[in-house]
C-alpha cells in the first residue's frame, strides 16, 4: 500500500509528538556525568530513514523549539 501525502505528514506529526516527549528525559552516563543521552534522537532517526530529510527537519525543528523557548 502506497502512503499518501496525509499518512506521512500525521506520521511526522507524531514523530515530533514523541520527540518533544522523550526530550524531557536525560539520562547520565554513569562514566561520565556531565554527558546525558538524549533519547529524543531516535525519533528524529526513525524519522530521516522512515520519511526523508525535510519531514526529519521539520521534527528536529519542532522538538528544538517547543522546550527551548516555553
Not at 8 to 22: D, F, P, Y
Not at 35 to 44: A, G, M, Q, R, T
Request: hydrophobic share 60%; aromatic share 12%; glycine share 2%.
Amino acid at each position: 500500500m502506497e502512503s499518501t501525502k496525509t499518512q506521512k505528514m500525521v506520521l511526522a506529526a507524531m514523530l515530533a509528538a514523541l520527540g518533544m516527549i522523550l526530550n524531557l528525559i536525560e539520562i547520565p552516563y554513569p562514566f561520565a556525568p556531565w554527558l546525558n543521552l538524549d533519547l529524543s534522537e531516535i525519533v528524529v532517526l526513525v524519522a530521516i530513514s522512515t520519511l526523508g530529510f525535510i519531514p526529519a527537519l521539520f521534527v528536529c525543528i519542532c522538538k528544538f523549539f517547543c522546550f527551548n523557548f516555553i
